[in-house]
Nanobody, 114 residues
Framework: QVQFVESGGGLVQPGGAPRLSCGAS????????MGWYRQAPGQHRELVTV???????RYATSVQGRFTVSINSAKNTVYLQMNSLKPEDTAVYYC????????WGQGTQVTVSS
């Protein structure tokens, strides 16, 4: 069973560029499409980006051109480089496969505010 630990969030000013990390333990996520999800207060969890096993990553329209997902398979880690952050990016960010098949981690809170 894969377990995820997300990190890298915090309080960020508008326009900031943090990088989130998602480490997997217990098993490898190799062979799974991996996604970053986010859940804003009072909202459903939404899929922000997917990096497939083969092919190119896909992004939600709201983050297209600002976020970049990548994988380091050797470290069993997925990254999310976030650029040009906006207040509406404020949310708890999670990683999981797409579709989500594993238990959710605790997520990492990203708060965009001046």
């Amino acid at each position: 069973q894969v377990q995820f630990v997300e990190s890298g969030g915090g309080l960020v000013q508008p326009g900031g560029a943090p990088r989130l990390s998602c480490g997997a333990s217990g098993n490898t996520f190799r062979g799974y499409a991996m996604g970053w999800y986010r859940q804003a207060p009072g909202q459903h969890r939404e899929l922000v980006t997917v990096i497939p096993v083969f092919g190119t990553a896909r992004y939600a329209t709201s983050v297209q051109g600002r976020f970049t997902v990548s994988i380091n398979s050797a470290k069993n880690t997925v990254y999310l480089q976030m650029n040009s952050l906006k207040p509406e990016d404020t949310a708890v960010y999670y990683c999981n496969s797409d579709p989500a098949e594993f238990p959710w981690g605790q997520g990492t809170q990203v708060t965009v505010s001046s």
